[in-house]
């Protein structure tokens, strides 16, 4: 069965810090890496994708892979308030995606 | 553009009535998936149609959940009877078939069963 695991948190950083999110991921042919973002009430909204190994930078977000370790993490650098939200790994091996069930950061102003 | 367009935001009924809930995917998208979450379970997938057949319901919990793409721009998520163990938020979710193939989530649906 694939597994997608994520800290459940809350992760709590001050504004301006960096926050580093995690996920660990069971099956190894699994071949893109995706993470969302869902805040209290709303609907999953795609962030950034990453499939090769290393890293993958769109502004203020980094994604890195790392498919030896089964490990994908998402850094937020700059964190602001209006980042405080839920974040979903989700691991593509077919045609489907399997999701963890979410980290919740919270950033203080 | 429009995204993924659900129907209702909102439903509450009373146990043992039918429930159908909708969804428009984006155009051009030709995978469809809906899911269910809860706090307990997270985000699971009920069911994926690509280019409008099923391909895998095997996460669907009981025969009373039935879907169906009639085409391209239309599908139905059905619950009959309903259970208040159904109350979730519902969500469906569009893509394209090749890979990366990263899914683009409609508003969902908040259902309440009594």
């Known amino acids: 069965q694939k597994e997608v695991e994520q800290n459940s948190g809350p992760l709590s950083v001050p504004e301006g810090a960096i926050a580093s999110l995690n996920c660990t991921y069971s099956?190894?042919?699994?071949?893109?890496f995706f993470w969302y973002r869902q805040y209290s009430g709303k609907s999953p909204e795609l962030i950034m994708f990453?499939?090769?190994?290393g890293d993958k930078e769109d502004g203020r977000f980094t994604a890195q892979l790392n498919k030896a370790s089964q490990y994908v993490s998402l850094l937020i650098r700059d964190s602001q308030p209006s980042d405080s939200a839920t974040y979903l790994c989700?691991?593509?091996?077919?045609?489907?995606?399997?999701f963890g069930k979410g980290t919740m950061l919270l950033v203080s102003p | 553009d429009a995204g993924v367009i659900q129907s209702p935001r909102h439903e509450v009924t009373e146990m043992g009535q039918e429930v159908t809930l909708r969804c428009k995917p984006i155009?051009?998208?030709?995978?469809l998936f809906w899911y269910r979450q809860t706090m307990m379970r997270g985000l699971e997938l009920l069911i994926y149609?690509?280019?409008?057949?099923?391909?895998?319901d095997s996460g669907m919990p009981e025969d009373r959940f039935s879907a169906k793409m009639p085409n391209a721009s239309f599908s139905t998520l059905k619950i009959q009877p309903s259970e208040p163990r159904d109350s979730a938020v519902y969500f469906c979710?569009?893509?394209?078939?090749?890979?990366?193939?990263?899914?683009?989530f409609g508003d969902g649906t908040r259902l309440s069963i009594l």
């Open positions: 989700a691991v593509n091996a077919d045609s489907t995606l399997t």
């Open positions: 979710a569009s893509s394209l078939a090749e890979a990366p193939q990263p899914q683009h």
């Open positions: 990453i499939y090769s190994n």
């Open positions: 099956d190894r042919g699994s071949q893109s």
């Open positions: 155009s051009g998208h030709n995978s």
């Open positions: 149609f690509n280019n409008n057949v099923p391909i895998d």
